[in-house]
């Protein structure tokens, strides 16, 4: 017990909590601009599982991971496209596209991995990212090492969260986008294009999803394997509900979450009785117990899940 | 030179014909888009599909492998047809199927001195309320709470494995061999093989009765009724007097029942104990099953046969064309996908404008 | 004079339909032009041809003299035209300011709300049209709504306005408002289209009057050219003969009776203030209003659907209160919703499913679990006869039926329980001439019958025909109780806008 309580084993979790964060952060915030302009994306889980092995590819193959990061950004536009080809142009289910895409993701990432790789007995490794100190910031004792050592994708994670919540809620198009989820009608009435902007916002979506899932095989990992994402995807969905669709609520809903996560970790190199399982589920189950309580005062966008046809 | 203009308006009905046709051209499809990505990985796609069908049918022990993957998938595909049908988006099957062999292999390795046909008969039974009872929490948090079924569902299906990976870790690891994974369940608990020299097994009775009952629940029964009418439109049915709670809740039950029987299959009838991998996504493949069949009981067990087909296919076609068998995911992928977009065909048609 | 905007051979098919049929109309500078037709027309139609919304199958636009293509709004608001339409395009948790700006070029990429609410409150001075600008409009009422929509037109430096029923949810007060805003537009040299049902208003405020008729342009007029009647008959095609009942005479016990009924709506606010009221049976009872004074809770708490939040019904003598729908089905009351696709029918499933599904689970449709499809498809038939039921067969899904077919079907699945007790909601809403007909004359069958009868209804002329006594609901309160004429069309509408039946000759 007395392990818990040292400071090393305490700033170590929270710079965990706040590693284990970034995708969340990011892939969320993706999911919030796709559900403020009414459409929910299931694809995220697929997304980021492509994302993580496209960035794996990438970098395996050219040394560059910062190419590996945009590649696996490109990606998830690419997805995002065929998402909006079905959810908007084609006006169908959201919730089955979403899962087709993550079903045509998924499988198509182990069928890449696999013809590409084969079945090596050593499997290929890439050199991750290193965690970035910021000079001076880091040294302060406590906070540095938790806030200022950390990876680059982790920095630009908290900053995406006011630059999101700055295009949302100050520039005209996050206006027009908000309106296209709450009342396409009446933007439609107004000249607004509902399909543009629902595919701009999808995008963008698409953009940061593949882009969180680099994280996984670049940085928090070095290498590619079938349970990288890990269901993250769909915690990824509850915390848009439990964030309110608002971006400054996505990072505290995110820190909660990594921070779960990283202390099932630490609490498996303990040696802690209770089987790590149970501590890897404490998202789901607390996932649940949020939608709940969420939802009687859930205020979602009221276009969320509605196709657009004009006459 | 002006082209034709082209009208979308909505069908007043949909011929016979074209239902059938829809799901068919589906396939045909989502094989043109996997043929691009197998050109892509130079390889001959003309040479892999021949041997899927070849692999799963060609040969008999094929053929009898064939079954044994249908068997679950009937199970999985009728579990989310019935749930769909009351709009109850069931995409726990997977967990659901989970639970179901979880109890199943719990109540086999008691080894209890019964007969065998009774000790089937506790499975199923067991294995069926395991389901039901998981399947039936999302489904009172929609009725009751009006929480998203698609995402509670989805959640329960991560819960439900970490839980059957902890347990299999710990307290059920098999002492002798240290991997995590059962022990053997009792001999008289296991389902009878059906045909000799194969693994078909007892479950493929137990899937063909189950569509069956679905078949008669859905179309004769006033609960039937109840739970095509809350699926069709659930505040009219509200008005008109039905109890949509009662009705959302019971689906959800079955449901999840129907689609534990298939991890009950899989452990009585094929592996004998569980494993971490006892399934590897027939939950999930049950909702493309059930949207390819159109949510009918009958066109579940045509739609279950074909990806049995390819399932298991793809393995035979990796050996010999060194296509690595993940193919089979990406060609449920496409298919969920072109299926998608066909339903659209299915609302709406397109014609000139004169 | 030139016209601002000229419409020549306009025709528009939807499948099954010519909703417009070779309509010619023109829009002038400064004067209000109406155009005038029953519900379905063809007057939505055409101005949402205009505003880009609808694709024109055939026929011209000119805008100041110019051949133009509206294929979006976009167009049209380019080309200085503005619609407000009849159910508000406005996003509900934005404020008045943003929903205003929304979507205009102008604004650039940051948005400068300081700026524009100077602006809007300049528009707001000009035109007297006063709106708090922070407000968001959840929290506005119809009127404030509706001057928000106003404003974003003329934000936009429209020059032709479209209203559609503008005022089908304003009190006569909030409607007066609007025709004196509409005035001073008018004399600032703008041209405006008021698409209207109401006669009496078409009279008083238009310089033209442009009637439509099944898609096709009637005959254009002036109100100095012509009277009500006239115009009635223009609208209609003939001597408009309404079925008027004569007051019942076998009025007998008590039914229904309501005490005290508080009751919320949807947003929270309680819309239902302290409500309570009789019905008899052999009598019709027509509940008169303004839609949006609590007509729909009443609907929803007698029907079942909601749970009052205070008082209490009873029925023949026993207490009701908050029963649910099965329940009040049962002790024989009948529903005729006002939402009829939404609440009324199960449109995907087929019309003999339709007609039990309030009684499948008694005998002879079932027996232990299972339903007994011979009987009811026996069952449906026969009622499909009596009522005269239009249709193929009824194994079809019901959606296939036309609008007064499936209410005749609601109908037929009411009366032939043989209810004593009806509460029938807009039950003639967007039916034609026929069909309208055909379900008062049941109606009042049904009261001859010794049923006693809840007629909710927007239309007064529906109301003020077929009720025995009236009931006035203002903001959820009573206003009032009238026998059959009792009292003259005036004085109701006056308690329909907030005059209690005790203050009625202080105001006249």
Known sequence: MKEFLTAGFLIGLLSATLRMATPLIIATLGETFSERSGVLNLGIEGTMLLGSLVAFLVAYRTNNLWLGVFSAGFSGILLSLLMAFFTVTLGVSQHVSGLGITIFASGLSLFIYRQVIGSPSIPPTVTTFKTVAVPLLSKIPIIGPILFDQYALTYIAILLVPICGYILFKTNFGLSLRAVGENPESAD??????????????????FLMGIAGSFFT?????????????????????????????????????LLFGGVDALQLRLQAIGFNIPYQFFLMMPYVLTIIVLVIVARRASYPSALLKPYRRE | MKLPKFVVEKRSHLPVWLRVLLPVFAILLSFIFTSIIILFAKKNPISAFYNIFYGALGTRLGLMETIVKTTPLILTGVAVSLAFTGKF????????LYAGAFAATWVGIMKLPLPSPLYILLEIAVGFIAGALWGVIPGILKAKYKVDDVVTTLLMNSIMIYLVTA???????DPVTSWPQSIMIATNAEFPKLIARSRVHFGIVVALVAIALVYILLKYTKLGFEIRATGSKSEAAHFLGINTTKTIILTALISGGLAALAGVGEVAGLHYHLTENISPGYGYTGIIIAMLAGLNPIAVVLASFFFGIIITGAQYMSRITGITSFIADVVQGVILLTMLGMLLLQEYRIRRAK | MEAVVSMRGIKKVFPGVIANDNVNFDAYRGEIVALLGENGAGKTTLMKMLYGMYSKTEGDIFVRGKKVEISSPKDAIDLGIGM????FTLVNPFTVIENIILGMKENGIILKLDDAKRKVQDYMKRYQLYVDPDSKIFQLSVGEKQRVEILKVLFRNADVLILDEATAVLTPQEAENLFKTLKILKDEGKSIIFISHKLYEVFEISDRIVVLRNGKVIGETSPTETNIKEL?????????????????????????????LFATSKRGHMAINGISFEVKSGEILGVAGVSGNGQKELEDVISGIKKPHSGAIYFNGQNI???????????????????????????????????VVECYDSKPFCNAFFLNYREICKYAESLTSEFDIRTP????????????????????????????????????????????????????????????ILLISEDLDEILNLSDRIMVLYNGKVMGFADKSELSREEIGLMMTGTKKEALNEVA
């Open chain 3, 393 to 452: 067969s009824v194994n079809f899904p019901l959606r296939t039926l036309s609008g007064g077919n499936i209410q005749k079907a609601i109908l037929a699945r009411v009366l032939s329980r043989e209810p004593r007790f009806i509460i029938a909601s807009q039950p003639t809403r967007g039916l034609d001439v026929g069909a309208t007909q055909y379900i008062h004359s049941k109606l009042i069958e049904a009261r001859e019958r010794g049923c006693g």
């Open chain 1, 189 to 206: 009435a107004l000249g607004i294009n509902v399909y543009k902007t629902r595919y701009v916002s999808l995008m963008i979506a698409g």
């Open chain 1, 218 to 254: 670049l940085a928090y990992f070095n290498m590619f394997l079938y349970g990288i994402v890990g269901g993250r995807g769909w915690v990824c969905i509850a915390l848009v509900i439990f964030a309110n669709w608002i971006p400054s609520k996505v990072l505290l809903g995110a």
């Open chain 3, 232 to 260: 009635a008959k223009m609208m209609v095609g003939k001597e408009v003969i309404d079925i008027v009942s004569e007051k019942s005479k076998k009025v007998g016990n008590l039914i229904i009776k309501v005490e005290d």
């Open chain 3, 84 to 87: 407000i339409h009849q159910h």
């Open chain 2, 167 to 173: 347990v299999l870790e710990g307290t059920w690891r």
């Open chain 2, 89 to 96: 988006w069931n995409i726990g099957a997977e967990g659901q």
């Open chain 3, 321 to 355: 209160t908050g029963s649910s729908p099965k329940n009040i089905i049962d002790f024989g009351i009948g529903r005729i919703p006002e939402d009829r696709m939404e609440s009324g029918i199960i449109g995907e499933i087929p019309i003999y499913e339709n007609i």
